[in-house]
């Protein structure tokens, strides 16, 4: 699937298993995440390094919600398979 900004659901506390969801279900997902070094490699190869999903960064945004490792989020991406 490619990226679909009319299908686009917003979690931004951190539930990676509501993204899985999301995602199985065809959605574009809006992820409030923690930039570090693997959300800038992933960003860079468009790619999550898991393999999880596609990845594109849509905003820095201080306090923008939780990450999935429970951490304040700054980063807004799009994720969809």
Do not use: H
């Not at 979690?11 to 570090?36: R, S, Y």
């Not at 800038?40 to 945004?61: R, V, Y």
């Amino acid at each position: 699937m490619a990226l679909d900004l009319k299908n686009v659901v917003e979690i931004t506390n951190g539930d990676f298993g509501e993204i899985d969801n999301q995602l199985k279900q065809g959605k574009t997902v809006l992820a409030a995440l923690q930039k570090g070094e693997l959300l800038t490699q992933a960003l860079q190869k468009g790619e999550m390094n898991d393999g999880f999903a596609k990845i594109q960064f849509k905003e820095s945004k201080e306090n923008c919600g939780t990450c999935g490792c429970q951490k304040p989020a700054d980063t807004l991406v799009y994720l969809w398979r």
